[in-house]
């Protein structure tokens, strides 16, 4: 497609259950990268991928999160037992390679935690 | 974690005004770049810095990157109301992965036409 797709949009969920969240990066582009914002602060790095494979996973913040990117395009960013502080806008972008930060951001999802 | 400080927090002008913004950190970087976002969309590219002491322009934006490579500061000439929105400096530490940037608080700026 033309841009990063994020679906869905918007996610309500309850506390303790799982979601996954989808990106469709750009045709072509190798590297991905989920970041989460929180309200008022700035995106916050959780995962990037080169091709298939996790680069680096450092900023996820505990086991309950895990992301996937089978066939190096699209990714499911997957988070168990949901708690209230999840609650954030995530957001996946796309770029070429990992080497330049030609990054397109999607729109994201809002994930809400209730 | 690392953080950049970035300021103001946010600004509200005259259109046509000046606006300058910076972000600073303890830590020295290799990459300082700057976003704009809009609401309910994703951040978006408007300049790239990547050498010290680099002086940088992309229309009415021009951006620096600190020669101690710990600051960067943006600017916009003659602002224009489509100008609102938040503004993010962000930042690849040095021995950092080149997937992993860091990202200010933001400052949002506000047009008055």
């Known amino acids: 497609g033309a841009g990063v797709s994020q679906t869905p949009s918007n996610k309500v969920t309850e506390k303790g259950k799982y979601v996954e969240l989808r990106c469709d990066p750009i045709?072509?582009?190798?590297?991905l990268y989920w970041y989460r914002q929180s309200l008022g602060q700035g995106p916050e790095f959780l995962i990037y991928f080169q091709g298939t494979g996790a680069a680096d996973d450092s900023g996820l913040p505990n086991d309950r999160f895990f992301a996937v990117r089978p066939e190096g395009s699209v990714s499911t960013l997957k988070i168990q037992r949901t708690e209230r502080g999840d609650s954030a806008v995530y957001l996946c972008?796309?770029?070429?390679?990992?080497?330049?930060?030609?990054?397109?951001f999607g729109s994201g999802t809002r994930l809400t935690v209730v | 974690g690392q953080q950049l400080n970035q300021s103001p927090q946010s600004m509200f002008i005259q259109e046509g005004e000046d606006v300058s913004m910076n972000c600073t950190s303890s830590s020295i970087f290799n990459t300082w770049l700057w976003y704009k976002q809009d609401p309910g969309e994703g951040p978006v590219l408007l300049i790239a810095?990547?050498?010290?002491?680099e002086l940088t322009s992309n229309g009415r934006l021009t951006a620096q990157f600190g020669i101690t490579r710990k600051d960067s500061f943006l600017n916009i000439s003659a602002s224009i109301p489509s100008d609102v929105g938040i503004y993010f400096c962000?930042?690849?530490?040095?021995?950092?992965?080149?997937?992993?940037?860091?990202f200010g608080k933001g400052t949002k700026l506000s047009v008055k036409p």
């Open positions: 972008a796309s770029s070429l390679t990992g080497s330049n930060y030609g990054y397109t």
């Open positions: 962000a930042g690849q530490l040095d021995g950092g992965s080149q997937g992993n940037l860091i």
């Open positions: 045709s072509g582009h190798t590297a």
């Open positions: 810095l990547y050498k010290a002491g």
